[in-house]
């Protein structure tokens, strides 16, 4: 994989299936990657991961020994066995916002946007050896996308901010590799483009999503290209129910694509299209949200999501992403907050996930390697739909301090459904939260639980 369309009703709602009795006996012991005194940090807005053949990239943000933010760069020409010294790509990280993507002709493409908004440009023709000085590409970026496809194809997508009430949506592309690159070409206008996301595929085909509309009110928008970006079709509405938010979309080597969305107060989603983005199908209830997928050699695709902000859990689907298997921890139990994860294939195929943990008091970047896939049990593993399980909040309305009478935490989400804590079990002060009314949500019940919150 390289990381809707005509209109089509998803009339038919279904919590997804899981394919129980398959476990993944083939996770390799997880390996800390970094250990500074400061935080590792992947991107916030980009993709810091990317493999090809033998070859696993990782771009991540952390200060040199000045104490400097810079985007620093590890290859493992071993399939992840061993890993070079951190190699600095940029002198400025501060923005969060970069992408490094390997294609298949051995060239690795990197773009960083610095906090001035410029857009920065590097790549590599010999697998990440060695590096091309750092180029101007933009002066002016919001959220900048980095594909590929094919041996020469690179593309950024990005909107330009406004200066009336809609943004224009931009592609800029190289047909060469990065050696030079044409004058950006407009792909749309709409009013935003929150949550944008954008996949590449094998077949020419270019897929974009992201929401837009009034707060609490957005719903999640599609537009692809079947010819790399030189043509556009309509912008075509995939979700219809308000507060909709997109997350992810992705791409197979054929005609599959992946996308994960949200849906305010509810449980997080996911459909996908089986004929290229022309009509999207099986609409699925999720209670974690795919954060990221691989899909590999043989068209599996292979999902990474984070479960109460501790745990990264896998799943890969044997049916092209109509439905998934069960899931399986692969982070250890230790405590520590954990995000970020990551996943790629090989052609081999290994699967490659990284992600951030705070498991030493520091943010550090986690690795394992899975050498078979789809693989026989091994042991018990835990299930994207949980176990039933009660929240209760009290007091209720709440002043000061709330108690969370459950097992687990709960995140909590005000009016608009922006995340502004997580509950944990036990005491939580709330103090600082504004007067207003809040929602809880436990990935287990897939419930909201509603909490006032006074003065």
């Known amino acids: 994989m390289i990381s809707s369309c005509y ?13 129980s009795g398959t476990a993944f006996a083939g996770w390799q012991t997880m390996k800390q990657l970094t250990a500074t005194p400061n935080n590792s940090n992947l991107p916030d807005h980009g993709n810091g991961f990317s493999v090809h053949n033998e070859y696993v990239h990782i771009a991540y943000s952390d200060k040199d020994d000045g104490g400097n933010y810079k985007v620093f760069y590890l290859r493992s020409t071993d399939r992840g066995g061993t890993w070079s010294q951190r190699f600095e790509l940029d002198e400025r990280s501060q923005a969060y916002m970069f992408t490094i993507v390997a294609d298949n002709s051995g060239n690795v493409h990197f773009i960083n946007r610095h906090t001035d908004g410029a857009l920065y440009y590097r790549r590599s023709t ?52 990065g050696e030079s690159w044409e004058a950006p070409m407009l792909i749309t206008t709409q009013e935003s483009y929150i949550g944008l996301c954008a996949a590449a595929d094998d077949q020419n085909r270019l897929h974009i999503a992201f929401a837009y509309g009034p707060q609490g009110n957005s719903k999640v928008y599609y537009i692809r290209s079947t010819d790399n970006g030189s043509t556009w079709g309509g912008v075509s509405e ?20 992946f996308l994960s ?25 999720l209670p974690c949200v795919i954060r990221d997928i691989a899909v590999s050699s043989n068209n599996t695709p292979h999902a990474v999501a984070v479960q109460e902000d501790n745990r990264i859990l896998y799943a890969p689907s044997v ?11 692969i982070s250890t139990l230790d405590p520590g907050v954990r995000s970020k994860p990551l996943i790629e294939a090989d052609e081999v195929p290994n699967l ?32 994207m739909l949980g176990r039933e399980r009660k929240v209760k909040l009290s007091p209720n309305p709440v002043d000061v301090t709330v108690n969370l009478h459950s097992s687990s935490p709960v995140a909590l989400f005000d009016k608009s459904g922006a995340k502004v804590a997580v509950l944990r079990p036990g005491k939580n002060d709330v103090s600082l939260l504004r007067t207003g009314v809040y929602f809880a949500w436990s990935e287990y019940t897939g419930q909201p639980v509603k909490l006032v919150k006074l003065q």
């Not at 089509?8 to 394919?19: A, P, W």
């Open 7 to 19: 209109r089509r009703s998803l009339v038919v709602i279904s919590v997804i299936v899981f394919i």
């Open 126 to 177: 010999d697998n990440g050896a060695n590096w091309l000085p750092v180029t101007h590409l933009a002066d002016h970026t919001e959220n900048p996308i980095l594909l590929t496809n094919g041996a020469k194809n690179v593309y950024v997508i990005d909107p330009i901010a406004p200066s009336v009430d809609a943004a224009p949506l931009y592609i800029t592309r190289s047909t060469n590799g």
């Open 238 to 257: 995939v979700v219809s129910t308000a507060g909709s938010g997109s997350r992810g979309i992705w791409a197979d080597r054929t005609d599959h694509v």
């Open 261 to 285: 969305f949200t849906i305010y107060t509810k449980p997080q989603n996911y459909c996908c299209s089986t004929d290229g983005g022309s009509s999207w199908e099986g609409l699925q209830s």
């Open 319 to 329: 049916t092209r992403g109509l439905t998934w298997n069960d899931t399986a921890r």
């Open 352 to 383: 490659h996930a990284v992600w951030n943990g705070r498991q030493t008091g520091k943010v550090q970047l986690y690795y394992r390697k899975c050498t078979d896939p789809i693989g026989i049990e091994d042991n018990p593993m835990l299930s």
